[in-house]
Each structure stands twice: as C-alpha cells, then as structure tokens.
C-alpha cells in the first residue's frame, strides 16, 4: 500500500528527470540500510521508489522510505530469509504495479544470474550487470581464468575446482604450506579454511566442502597459496553499456573478522604509488575484458613484499561504497541507476582524467552484536537511540531508531557511520567522536570494539593486514559505556508504576527533604566549624603509642567512656543495617568534632559485609576506607566473629589474617573478637589475627540467662573462669556482651566489681542492648564498678533493640563520672539522627516498647535470632 498521501504533487515535482526517460518507478529487492540509501538517491532522479517487506519486517524503516511497500507472499508462505529469495513473487510484485527498474541492493539476490534474467526478461531494467557477465566472474573459479586471460597476477592455485582430498595434497607437495581452501561460490568467510604445516588437511577440505554445500548449496572448493598478513584492497569500477571503464580509485578492506570486514579506508594509506598504479590499471583491465557494465568491485591481496593479487570481482554494489563517495563526491548509486537506464560514463562527467580523490574516508560498520561474547549477535528492543552528526559524518541507516525490534532473522548491521577528513588522522578523529557520541541502549553493540581499534597504533599507522584482529587480543580489552541515564530512568519508571521493590522495605520514607547537618558549638557557646581538620582524639595516641598504652591510658581516664554504636549495631538493630555510606559521609565531619574524646565509634562488621552488597549494592572496604578519611580522630572499632570473621561459619586461618590485616590497614582500630557460645579455641583465631596485624585485642566473654538464679551454668564462677582464658590470650581489652539484654544492674554490679578486683589494669567495655528497659541502670551499676567504657547509641536510635540512650547516660552520671561526650553535643548530633530515623522509616522493626520478659528467660528460637543477627 501507498506512504504518500498525495502522489499527484510528488508525480509533478519529479517530472523534470532528463536521463530516465522511460523509467519512472524503481523497486529495491532488499531490506536494511541499503534500499533506504538507493531509494535517496532515486528521490534525487525524481523517481518513484517500492519496497518490498517480508511480514518479520512490518515494522522495517526501510518499507517506510519507499513511496509504496508490499508484503512478499502470504504469512507464513516464506521464511524471514526466504522472502527475499522469492524470485517469482518479487517479479510479480514489479509487474503489477508497473516498476520499470529493479535494483537488488548487495547479498539475498544481488549476483544472481537467473534473478537478473528474468527481470530483464519481464520488460524490466536490471541495475547491474548482465547474467552472463555475472556468470563470468560470480566465483572465484571463473574469475582466476578472467585474471589468467589478462594476464593479471592470480596468487598460485588450483586451476579448477577440486574434488577429492589427493588432489589438494598434489597442490601442497607442489607449492608448501600455509594453504587455504575456498568456497568456489558464496563468500562472507564461509566455506574458508586455513592449513598450515601440521594441520589436517583432509579434515579442513571436508568441513569446508560441507560448511559450502549448506550455505550456498554447492560444495565445490578450490585451493590456494595462503599469504601471511596481507592487506585486502578493493578498486570501485563503473561501467556503461558502451564499453567505458572508469575506476574510482581503492579501498583498504583490511580490517576484518573471519573474513568479515569491519572497518574499511578509502584511499588505501599505506600502499607504494606504483602499487596502487598496478592495481588500478589491472581492475579496469579485467572489467574490461569481462565485458563489464554498471558498478562492481575487483579485490586484490597485497602481500608484505607489496605484491598484488587478483581475489574476484564482486558484480554489485558494495557495503563500503560510502566511503568512496566521500573521497570522490561521485554518487555510485545514482551512476548505476542512470547507466542502466542507458546513459553514457561521458553523459555523467565520469571520465577517467576528471575524478580526483579528496582527503580520506573510514567507515565502521555498528552491529547489534557483544564483542565479549564473540560477537554474538544480540537481539531486543531498542530503547534509546541517540546518532552521531556534524561535520565530515554520513550516516547509513537501518533499523536504528528508538523502538526498532531487532530480530535473530538478518544481519547484525544496525548502521554504517563514514567520517571524512583532509587527512586519515583527521577522519580517524571524526570516527572517534561520533562512536562516543552514540547512545544505543536495549541491546548490545560493538561500539565498544570499534573503539578498541581505531585507537590501537596500528590502526592508527594504517598499517592493518586481513588477521589483524584474529592476532590481537588487546583489542578485547573494552571500556563499557555504564548506561546510568537509561537505568535511572528504568528505576524510576519501575517505582512511579509500581512502587518500591526493596526486599524487607514497607511503604515509603517519612522524610520528604534532604536532611539537616547540625550546627554544635563548644562548651563557651562558639559554632564549631566542622570543615576545620579535627585536632583531638583517642586515635592520635594508639597511632603514636600502641596498642598496649593506648589500652592503659583508657584504663588510666578517670570516668567511664562512650563508645558510639550509632553507625552500625544502632542502626542494625532497628533498620536492617540499611543506613547508606553517603548518609554517614553527610555527618562524618560533625561527628569527629561532637565525638572527639569518645573511646571508638563502631562502624563496621559482618552485618556491614552482608547488606552493603546484597541490598545496597555498595563496597564496604570502600565505605571503611571514605570514612577513615572522614574521621581520622576517632578510633573505629568492628566486630570479629571468631574464625568465622564477618561470614557465618568458619574460615581458613589465613583468610582470617587477611582479613584482618586488610581491614586494619583500612581503618579499623579495635577489634571486638567475639564467639555467641564462648568456644574459646574459635576466638583465639580471631585474636592471634588481630595481634599480627597490630590492632588492638578486644576479646569478649558473651553474657546470656541470668547469673544470679541459683544452679545455673552459667553463673560467675562460669563467666569468671571463661575470662581467665581470655586474658591469658593477651587481649589489650576485655569485652562483656550482653547480646540479648539479660544482663540485669545487680548482675553488671557483681560481675564487673569481680573482674576488677581480680584484674584491676585490665580495661573492662560494656555492650547491653536496651531490650529490657534496663540498660541504662545496667550502665550505671557498670560504671560505679569499675567499667571503663560502655556501648550507647545516639537518642533517636537508641532504645528497644538497639543500645541505651547516649544522652540518658551521660545525663544519669552528671556530677559522678566523666564520659567524654557532653550532654549539649549529643543532643545537636542527634537532630540528623532523627531525620534519618524517618528517612529509613520503612525499614523499621516496628518494636513498640521493651519486654521485661527477656529476664524471665528467652525462647529459643529467639535467642537463635538474636544470635544469627551477629
């Protein structure tokens, strides 16, 4: 059916054709990029143009750009690839909606003699070369006899065809090895096979004769001197039907895959004048002689000596054709319309004397193919197609728009991009800029590869051979686009459509803005300027002293310290360890002024490992490190499961060490090594690791039940036995872990008063969560016994779950005991707290108070839980 809407206008704006007297209507037997670009170029001849479809390609662009498009056959009745095979039903096509002219663009029909027949025979014009003539140079047989009838240089090969495998061995014995043996008909690097000295000949010669058979339908082969790295040059002819050869001056095709090509130059860069000269004067030799008319393509093999040899002459239009446009300013397309429909190469201004070439071309062909995986070719929808432009760009397009479905049925080749410049540098430049000016998303291309290669330095010296890319893995080594604008937007559609998809998230964030950073102030009531490098903490001591006298200074503070948990076990008890690095960055520097002279903050451990990389999809030695460098004050301190380090069951000693060193050189200062069962001979791994890495040992006794009921085991003479062990591991700190909350005032009271008694420089930290409504009197019976540091997190996640109030502590020792925080900076520090409570809203544990209950003794599968969470 019809694009137009009005036909009658565009028939009377192309009345003034004055070559194409009787021709007014060309039909394209092809799909893709090149019946849009011949069908340009009929529109410039005020010709009315027809595309044919088949029904995969519906929605092709090419049957858009046509003034009328019709279906091959019925649904169904061809396949994807068959459809355009289908002589009989494109003629008939042609004949009835009177086309006068049939052009078969390259590949499906394009050197098919019968097709070329028939359509003349039918009344209509065939823009190529005659039947015969494709017949005389359509494989590679025929054409080393045009070449020995010329006496143009052949590279040394069998006469004819071969048959068995005897007779390719009668050649080796002849001329030697490396050989290759060729498909006689057909081409794109199937029915190929290389044999060097070694390799099985016989079994090359049957895979190639087979690989023929199933993809042109006639397995005859011949074989031929194989040259080592040689460049493929192609000469672009025209011809009329008069006689008249012109050539259009070379092409370099020596950039190729499997035979493939890729990338293409024209003029040639590299080739001696006296060898282009030859090559010339040889290709219009043989079109001449073969009687030669419209346009072709005689390629050649320059080996490393600059000795040219005749391949075959290709009796169509070429792929790489735009590039020789570009150097030339000669339309090919319009030359082969208007030859065929009977002009003259003088008609056209084509004479030999009067084309000249300018500067240089280079075109790269863009395919829905994955370099990484072998170029397998990929297929979907596009989602966004942005092209390059400009200056020196030509673009020859498909199906390359955003929407186009790219199908397994045809070729890969979404687009061909020809830059052209005064020099090959220049061009090459051009070719650079508009590869990363393109933007497709949806499916993958090989852009990436083509970038590889136009900056490899033998590219860049024009001095490729046909296995260059074969002999060159570095050119694998690809820079992927990240395609962040695409996916932000796929996110963002995905949630405005159906809500939020995070795993364990319920509903949405309360905060509505970007969170506040507090102002604080000293104790004389002047703003504190955040920016300023901290001057003040703990952590230029141990970094000077050592661990040993760090843990006697702490010892030494007359008071009982702070460590803050807010920036991680706080905000893993109650919000899922969600918490952002960039959140924590956003309050770092006001926390190293606010927190100086608090003993550690503890910011990093095994449930940090575990979410960042499941659910927030961030590193968390990259965390550690941004914050050390936020922070650099403050001691950190993480939590070490034992041999089983941050994972949750054991490790191999040496990954313990590892691990440890890494994480120290990182930033972590004090490491809180712990087992949830007390098992001993796992914690000494994790302690004998801390020592080699030069940390400081805080080795933990895990307190659970309750120790002050009669005939239990785990009483204090349990839990003072336990220690013993533990100091004589050498720990710099001993740690008590009240993991569930159980740890009752009077209990904290004895078992602290106990072990400082017994151990009395032995610092002694505290950790209680608030599960009980206890902790801060559990805290305080700690403190008046001698504890010298105690966990607290920040108000707004302290509580339930989570630790005892920092500012509630603080506020229940006023006029006793020293913390090192004062009660005004926490209460500013904590203001962003609060916002980020609302901010990680939806991943509340939705706790509404605490349950005395934990006294009373905890279930199992709970304790179990609680376990499991560390």
């Known amino acids: ?164 495998v005897e007779e390719a061995n009668e050649f080796v014995e002849k001329y030697g090895y490396p050989v290759i043996i060729k498909a ?20 090359a010669f049957n895979r190639a004769t087979s690989e023929a058979k199933a993809a042109f339908g006639n397995g005859t082969c011949f074989i031929e001197r194989f040259l080592d790295k040689p460049k493929h040059i192609e000469v672009q002819l025209l011809a009329d039907n008069y006689g008249n050869v012109v050539h259009l001056f070379e092409r370099d095709c020596s950039v190729q895959r499997r035979h493939q090509k890729v990338v293409e130059i024209a003029p040639a860069k590299s080739l001696p004048v006296e060898v282009r000269d030859a090559i010339l004067t040889d290709a219009v030799k043989l079109a001449k002689t073969a009687n030669y008319r419209n346009a072709g393509t005689a390629e050649f093999l320059v080996d490393n000596q600059n000795r040219h040899y005749f391949i075959e002459i290709n009796p169509r239009i070429q792929v790489e054709h735009t590039i020789t446009e570009e150097i030339t300013g000669i339309d090919i397309v319009a030359a082969q319309i208007e030859v065929a429909a009977g002009a003259s190469l003088e008609q056209l201004n084509l004479l030999q004397d009067k084309i000249t070439t300018r500067g240089f071309a280079i075109q790269c062909r863009i395919t829905t193919e994955d370099p990484t995986k072998s170029f397998q070719p990929d297929t979907g929808k596009i989602e966004v197609y942005r092209s390059a432009g400009g200056n020196g760009v030509r673009l020859d397009g498909g199906n390359g728009f955003a929407g186009a479905i790219i199908s397994p049925h045809y070729d890969s080749m979404l687009v061909k991009c020809s830059t052209s410049g005064s020099t090959y540098e220049i061009a090459r430049r051009k070719m650079i800029r508009s590869l990363v000016e393109f933007r497709i998303r949806g499916v993958k291309t090989n852009i990436p590869f083509l970038l590889a290669l136009l900056t490899h330095p033998t590219f860049m010296d024009g001095n490729c051979w046909t296995t260059f890319i074969d002999d060159t893995p570095s050119l694998f080594d690809l820079v992927e686009s990240k395609n962040r604008a695409q996916k932000l937007l796929n996110y963002l559609a995905d949630l405005c459509v159906n809500g939020s998809s995070i795993k364990g998230q319920l509903g949405l964030p309360k905060l509505k803005k970007e969170a506040d950073i507090p102002v604080i102030h000293d104790a004389n009531g002047w703003e504190i300027n955040v920016q300023d490098p901290p001057t003040e903490g703990f952590r230029d001591y141990l970094l000077t002293e050592g661990p040993e006298a760090f843990a006697r200074q702490i010892r030494a503070y007359q008071g009982c310290l702070i460590m803050d948990t807010t920036w991680r076990d706080a905000h893993q008890s109650l919000l899922a360890t969600r918490v952002r690095t960039i959140d924590l960055l956003n309050i770092a520097p006001t926390t190293a002024h606010s927190m100086k002279y608090a003993f550690a903050l503890e910011c990093w451990g095994g449930a940090t490992f575990d979410v960042s990389m499941r659910f927030l999809h961030e590193c968390p030695w990259d965390r550690l490190k941004k914050l050390r460098k936020a922070v650099p004050n403050i001691p950190f301190q993480m939590l070490l499961r034992g041999a089983n380090g941050v ?55 895990c307190y659970s039940g309750d120790m002050l009921k009669p005939g239990k085991k785990y009483n204090l003479e349990y839990y003072m036995k336990t220690i013993d062990e533990i100091v004589s591991m050498g720990t710099h700190l001993l740690g008590i ?33 608030d599960s009980a409504g206890t902790g801060i009197a559990t805290y305080v019976e700690c403190a008046k016994a001698g504890a010298d540091v105690v966990d607290c997190a920040l108000n707004s996640l302290s509580g339930l779950t989570s630790q005892p109030s920092m500012s509630a502590y603080i506020a229940a020792l006023d006029g006793e005991l020293n913390t090192g925080v004062t009660l005004d900076q926490a209460r500013e520090l904590d203001s962003y707290w609060a916002e980020m409570r609302l901010l990680y809203s939806c991943f509340e544990a939705d706790l509404k108070g605490p349950d005395p209950e934990v006294n009373n003794g905890l279930k199992l599968n709970v304790l179990m839980k609680l376990l499991i969470c560390y």
Not at 193 to 203: F, H, K, Q, Y
Not at 654 to 682: P, T, Y
Not at 742 to 761: E, F, Q, W
Request: glycine content about 8%.
């Open 1 to 164: 059916m019809s694009t137009l809407e009005d036909h009658s206008t565009l028939h009377n704006l192309r009345k003034d054709s004055t070559i194409l007297k009787n021709a007014s209507k060309i039909l394209v037997a092809n799909r893709g990029e090149i019946p849009i670009r011949i069908f340009r170029s009929a529109h410039e001849l005020s010709l009315h143009t027809v595309a044919i479809y088949s029904h995969e390609d519906r929605l092709s662009m090419h049957r858009l750009k046509a003034d009328e498009a019709y279906v091959i056959g019925k649904r169904g009745q061809f396949s994807p690839v068959q459809a355009y095979l289908a002589i009989d039903e494109i003629i008939d096509i042609a004949k009835r909606h009177k086309v006068d002219m049939i052009h078969p663009g390259y590949g499906f029909l394009s050197e098919n003699s019968e097709f070329a027949r028939k359509v003349e025979a039918a009344g209509m014009i065939w823009i190529g070369p005659s039947g015969d003539v494709i017949d005389s140079v359509g494989d590679k047989v025929s054409a080393r006899n045009l070449a020995n009838k010329c006496n143009v240089p052949i590279v040394p090969g069998t006469p004819g065809p071969i048959e068995t």
């Open 737 to 769: 872990k009240d993991m569930a909350g159980t740890l009752k005032p009077t209990a904290a009271r004895l078992l602290v008063s106990t072990i400082r008694k017994k151990y009395p420089s032995l610092p002694i930290h505290v950790h209680t969560h």
């Open 184 to 203: 006689a008909f057909g081409g794109g690097g199937r029915g190929m096979r290389v044999v060097r000295e070694g390799d099985d000949l016989a079994d």
């Open 647 to 701: 994972a949750y069951s054991s490790l191999p000693d040496n990954a313990i060490d590892h691990f440890v060193k890494q994480a120290q050189e990182c930033g972590v200062d004090i490491f809180r090594v712990f087992d949830a069962l007390n098992d001993l001979e796992q914690l000494k791994v994790g302690v004998d690791a801390v020592k080699k890495a030069g940390g400081v040992v805080e080795a933990t006794v």
